[in-house]
Nanobody, 121 residues
Framework: QVQLVESGGGLVQPGGSLRLSCAASGSIVTIYTMAWYRQAPGKERESVAT???????SYADSVKGRFTISRDNAKNTVYLQMDSLRPEDTAVYYC???????????????WGRGTQVIVSS
């Protein structure tokens, strides 16, 4: 069994910062890609930031220069530092991981349950 658990969401004023964390636990052999997605009310889920196990990162244009994704491989944890937050960043943020679990034959995708981020004055 593999679980992804997000934390760090909340209410913040425009221009503020939040740091999200996502810890993967369970029978994990190797974690490949880790990423953050978000889904705003009435909108489709979209990719926010991605990081490979080699440390290569990519970002949605809407968050470039404001958000930073990082990971701690020893802790199986991915972070999302969000600065200069805007009301349009309000969404549920989901953690994603592509990994090989112990006893598995192929890589599998896992999702966390999400953490709410609200940017409002």
């Amino acid at each position: 069994q593999v679980q992804l658990v997000e934390s760090g969401g909340g209410l913040v004023q425009p221009g503020g910062s939040l740091r999200l964390s996502c810890a993967a636990s369970g029978s994990i052999v190797t974690i490949y890609t880790m990423a953050w997605y978000r889904q705003a009310p009435g909108k489709e889920r979209e990719s926010v930031a991605t990081i490979t196990n080699g440390g290569t990162t990519s970002y949605a244009d809407s968050v470039k220069g404001r958000f930073t994704i990082s990971r701690d491989n020893a802790k199986n944890t991915v972070y999302l530092q969000m600065d200069s937050l805007r009301p349009e960043d309000t969404a549920v943020y989901y953690c994603y991981s592509n990994l090989m679990r112990r006893g598995g034959l192929v890589r599998q995708n896992y999702w966390g349950r999400g953490t709410q981020v609200i940017v409002s004055s």
